[in-house]
């Protein structure tokens, strides 16, 4: 218990998993966009065994571009030209049972061995793309490119954001696993861990976003929110269920 991830516990939905983790992480210079999307479009996207999370009775898809440094197995070593690079992804809001949490439609990072692992021990959707983020005093610009999706945006903090356990800003981040699915149609929960987010508000300017290409959102959510940095680790996969006979993937 005496990685920096433990330092804060009791904000946590549900108490910490019995299992021990098994990697750890550290996200940095990170940004929460989010959209509200159609609730029927989404319905169809998301395994059956899964029920949407929604807020206010809407539907909700976020873009998340961030720094992942220290990417390592418990034990392991995280040398920074191996365990550092940026990432993107496109997620939902999902829950099975009593635990609400994430879904992922995309990660892209340009590090092709961390699309191999994520494919394989993780069956997350990830993809190889064109990442840059630079810095210029308390602004980021970050640009993306995969094939035809992109996403370019200039973004900064501006002052500490009071959220409460029955805001939307709550809602959105503080989420402790992720929900994936294999090739077979087998369902899968990641749990974390980390401390309570130090959010703040942020200005965003997004110059170019291709990235919900084909994804029928609507209005976006007045709130882009900014976090410095967070240490985060991961427990095993727990297998969940199947899906039920002659049903497939959507």
């Not at 409460?164 to 709550?170: A, G, N, R």
């Not at 130090?198 to 084909?214: C, D, F, S, V, Y």
Request: proline fraction near 9%; charge should be positive; charged fraction near 25%.
């Amino acid at each position: 218990m005496n990685h920096p991830a433990f330092k804060q516990t009791e904000h946590r939905p549900w108490p910490l998993p019995a299992a021990k983790w098994v990697g750890s992480q550290v996200w940095a210079d990170l940004l929460f966009v989010h959209w509200e999307v159609d609730k029927d479009w989404l319905r169809e996207k998301v395994p059956p065994q899964l029920e949407l999370d929604l807020f206010d009775n809407k539907a909700w898809i976020g873009i998340v571009p961030f720094d992942m440094k220290r990417v390592a197995r418990r034990g392991f070593p995280s040398p920074s030209w191996l365990c550092d690079f940026p990432e993107i992804n496109v997620r939902t809001y999902v829950r099975f049972g009593n635990k609400p949490g994430v879904w992922f439609f995309s990660l892209d990072v340009p590090n092709p061995f961390a699309v191999w692992v994520a494919r394989t021990f993780y069956h997350l959707p990830y993809y190889k793309a064109d990442i840059r983020i630079r810095k210029q005093d308390q602004a980021y610009h970050y640009c993306h490119s995969r094939n035809d999706l992109q996403f370019e945006a200039t973004y900064q903090p501006l002052e500490k954001a009071n959220i409460h356990k029955e805001s939307f800003e709550w809602w959105a981040t503080e989420r402790y696993c992720l929900y994936t699915q294999n090739k077979k149609g087998t369902l899968y929960r990641a749990q974390i861990h980390h401390p309570q987010w130090p959010l703040e508000k942020a200005q965003l300017t997004i110059h170019r976003n291709t990235l919900l290409k084909g994804i029928p959102v609507e209005s976006q959510n007045p709130t882009a929110l900014f976090s410095k940095q967070i240490d985060v680790v991961i427990y095993p996969m727990e297998r969940l269920s199947s899906l039920p006979e002659g049903q497939t993937q959507p």
